[in-house]
Each structure stands twice: as C-alpha cells, then as structure tokens.
C-alpha cells in the first residue's frame, strides 16, 4: 500500500504541476482579455523550448548550490506531499508528526530559495533572495499558528487524524480564517503572484535571472510542483481531504484540490504585490494577529463545546 | 530522433525574444509583445532571439555587446527600425514596414533546425579584471574585509539609511535596457540590501514618440501594473493601446479589475512626491487621461537622484515608471565629465568601489 502511496504522491506532483501549467496560461489569457489558445500539450511546447538552450553559467557561482536548488526545492514539494493520506490508510509517510515534518519543509523552502538566489552571484537573484527571507519568515509564523488551529480539534499533529477530525465537519467551516490564511502562504510557497519576492518581474526575474534552459525548466517545474503540493495539503487540511460521499476518496480528494489549485491560480493572477517593506508591515500587524485570533478562537471553541 | 522531436515541439510554442530598446522604438515593442507568436522574456537568459529595436547612442554599443553575450546559445540578433549596431554575420534586418514577428519566428525556425548557427561571443570570455589582490588571501585589504581581491571589491559595512545599522553596500551600474527601466537610462546605484543608498545618472533615457494621448497613458499605466504583479492586466492596457477608437468601455472594465486587484492601497501613499503628486496621483491622472479626460501636468521640482536614495527597490521601480519619459528626462541632469570618461566616474561614490567586475554579470541586462 505504501508503494502506491509514494506512486501516487510522484503521479499527483506530475500531473499536479502540468495542470497547473495549463490554468496559469488559461488564467494569464482570460485576465489579458485573450484568446484563451491553451491546450493540453502546450507546457511541454515550453519544456521542449527550454531544453533546447544552453544551460548557461554566471562567473564564479556556487556550483553546487546552483545546480541543486531546483532539486532540492521540488524534492520539498515531495516530502511535503508524502504526510497526506490519499485515500483511507493511503499515505507514503505515516508518522506522527506529519504536520510538522510540513512545517519544515516550508522553513526549508525559505532556505532553498535564497540558495537559489545566493549561488548565481548576481544582483538581481541576490535581491529576490534577501527579499524573499524577509518576507517568508513572517510568514512561515502565519501557517504555523493556523496549522496548530487545524491539528487542535484532532488531538493530533498527524495529518491522517486531522482529516479524520473533519468527519461531521470540515475546518474550513470551524475555523474560517484558516485557509485563507494557509492560501498566502501558498503564494508564498510558490512564488506566486502578490507573494512573488522573489522571482518577480521587477527584478527581472529575481532569482531566476540567471537561469536557463534545462535549470530554468527545472526550476519552473519545481515552482509548479510545490503549487500542487500546498494544493493538496490545503484540501486536507481544511477540506475534509479524501472525505466526501459516493465518489471514491482519492477522486474526492483530487478534486477538491483541483480547486484550491484554481483558486491559487487565480489570485495570482488576480492580486496586486505590494513593495516589501509594505507588505513586511501588513504580515506583522494585520495578517500574524488573524493567525492568532484563529488559534485563540479554536481553542475557546473547542474548551467551550469539545 | 528525440532531438528532432524536441525541436519540433520547440517550435509550436512562441519565440522567446529579449528587446533592447532605443530611440522611438517602446511603443512599436509593447504591440508586438501582443502578438501569439512571440513571448518577450525580461531576462536575456531566458530568451533566444535579441531584438534590437531603434537606434542606439554609439555608448551603448559596449552594453548591447554584454547583453547579446548573455543569451543562451542557440542565439540570434534581429535588427528592428535600426542598421546593424553591433558587429554580426549576417544579421536579419526589418524596416518599419515589415512584419517583424515573421521575421524573427523564420530567424528562431532556422535556429533550432541548424539552417542557421548560433552567434558567437561578441566579447572574450575572460575575466573582466586581473589578479590586483594583495594579502594573506589576495584580498587586498584588513583582515578577511575590503580590498579588491581579483578586481572585484569586497563590500565594506556602510550606515544604514533607516535604521543605523551597520550593513555592506553594494555598487553596480544598472541599464541602459533593463526592461524595468525607461529604454536608455543608465544609473549606478548603490544598494544595501534592496534599499538604494546613493543613485547618479550616467545615461538620460532615450527620447520616445506619443507621449501625450489615451494610448500613451495606457502604456504607462501597463508598465505599473507589470511591477505589480499584475501581467494580465499590463497585456490588456496594451492590447486597448493598440487600437484606435472606441475604447473607453475597455477602459472602464479594465480599470475595473485592477481596482479590484488592490492596486491602490498596494503603492505606498506619498511614495516618490514630485510637485504636490506622489505616484498614486500621477497614476490616477494617467486613468483620466486613458478615459478620454485631461489631466493637469505638474512641474517636477526635484532631480531623480534625490527621489531614490530610502525606497527599496520595487518601490523605486514604482517612482522611476511613474512619470512620462520627457518629464523623467528633465529630472535626470547629467555632468558632461561622465559621458566621457568612464574610468573617473566613481570618484564620487560613497564608497570606493569600482564595480567592473563579476557582479557587473547581469549589467548588460541591466
């Protein structure tokens, strides 16, 4: 069973990042007032496109780091994936803690990140990486208040018992402030739209800049990857997961994250992106405190009524 | 067989082309970047085609080259309003009239099929600066800070402009083609962090055609938006740009959805205050002016070297694309000395830092 759980966990990142693909475009199209042209094959167009360019190189990079951030950012996509039961008693990785073995993944993310745009030496990615640790630790705090939220009704830091916990009713419904909050940091995860600090256009591509052909592939995959990932844990986490009636509970499951995808997707799209020091204010006065008042209200919930 | 595989899927999806800009040539870019067939990329590394577009000063002749040696291989030039700037074999020219995306979609074909090689370096590939270190570990300075270890100088900590913290600065030119920079303007920034230090012009921007009109603002107003994340949107006031009459009821939902978007509160109020207006002002004069209404123009008081130092990046970004390129042109006061002699350009940095060297990778870009 285990052997198909981590199967599954590699089918759904694939086909999670080439569905985002096709959204991002379609999105992309629709808000442009364009002729939405997209079909089914056209991320590998792109693919194709990229892996027929050199793989340049910048004077004096670190190497190492350069070549293994991508990796290392879409392996995070993976071991994230893996504490998510896919269906009733599927789960790669079934231990205890699996919300917290999350957590780090996200703190790593911040890491693999700003490796990524250390390594090139060069300006710009060296920018998106100093921006994108300023502006990714707060709001790491976020998720975690809001993942503790999440973990309280179920007694239980694993994630199979926080889908169990859903069974009479979802934790989007408990604790409404939760997924919005979890879906910034989504953003943030990804690098996406008004959380994009780090490869943003303003920076020419931030840390990114440098990158190209088959390591920019790479890396878009792996931004990509990571987006169905949170997808999916969102979808868990605060969408009763692999719960729901008649259909089996993979497919519920999948679906549900189909929609968290597209809701990502759109806000993307759709959200502007303030200067950071703006946003840096926003996170500690504004968006931290809901994370509070979420714990705060599930837990007086739970005291009252538990 | 893969290989040819690969080209052919290569070949379905549009070109990607990075567009150095000069003289009148802005507007021409921003209608072709609507076209299917081409994709403007905003990092030479990511593109395969550069578009030369509009002539060039003789001084950025040196720039193009670092920039053209910053594209991936296979690579190719494509001359756009100009005569061949730089030295190239063969180089394919459009004239104002011709469909200059056809031209560059059989450049790319011929490209990845082989029919035609890709460019050579135009500038040898070797260090930019010989060994000058001295010291234990060639760094040149105290201990294991400063000095210039290889030509390249190691950061320093300087103040910091909001908190008085000891932090490095870090100096670079930056220009003339940076994408988020009005075509031509070349600056050397110091930066700690993202939070400019210190700015001086060493290039005004290039002078560009339409500057008055609905169509104008709407170019400016699509620039904005591309700094706030807001691509869709950017591409949608272009595509209302390029059409003639008629377009007040695109405008209106337009302006619609990037209210929507949260672009007002996103821009700091105050930010870049030039005359009474801060960009949030001069944003909303251009949104007049895009419905068909008059917007009154304000005379800048203040040099833009003055406006920048304090603002981080993205907020400068914000500043510097927020006026129209006359009045920025005006705002950007030159010493003659500069033009001339590159070598004697730094005696006034901050710092003494001569930054020819490794950082300088994305300055052709830049």
Redesign the interface.
Known sequence: MQAVAILSVLLLLLFGAWLAAILDRAGNALVAGDRVRTAAVRPLHDLAAHLSRQTTTTEAPDRLNWRLAPVAYLALAALGLSVVPLAPGVVAADFDAGIVLWGACEALTVVVVFLHGWSANSEFPLIGGYRYVAIGLPVMLISMFVLIAAALPAESLSVAAIVESQREIWNVVRQPIGLPLFLLLGLSLTLRGPFDYADSDDLIGGTRAEASGAQLAAWQFARLAMLASVSVMASAVFLGGYLGPVLPGALWLILKSGVVLAVLIAAGHLLARMPPSRMMTFIWTVLLPLSFLDLVLVGAELLIWG | MAVAA?????L??PV?VHAAIGTDALAAVDDLSLD?RISVQ??P??A?ILLVAGPLRDEDRSDLCRLHD?L???RATVFWRTDPAIQIADPPVVSVEDDAAATIASVYRSL?EEGRPSEPDLQPDT?PNPWRGKGDHGQGGEGMMGGTPYGRPMAMTGDDLRDGLQLDP?T?EFGPF???FPPGLKLRIT?Q??VIQFAKVLRPPLPQEEQSGPSAALRRIARQL????????A??AL?LASVGDGKAA?VRR?RR??K????G????PGLGRVGGADVRDRLAAWWEVASGETAEARAPDRTLVDLLPGL????A??VLNSFDIATLTGMCPIEKREDKAHSEEEKDAPEPHDHDG??D??RG??
Not at chain 2, 6 to 10: G, Q, Y
Not at chain 2, 265 to 268: D, K, M, T, V, Y
Request: aromatic content about 4%.
């Open positions: 690969l080209r052919r899927l290569a379905r999806g990607p299917p905003q990092s590394r990511h395969a910053q991936p291989h296979p990845i260090p870090y670079a940076l994408p988020v930066l962090g993202d591309r700094l706030l994340g807001l691509t869709g949107q591409a949608r595509r695109g337009l959805l990037v929507w978007s949260g672009s509160q996103a821009i700091p981080e990046w993205s907020e970004m914000l490794h950082q990778q994305m870009a830049a």
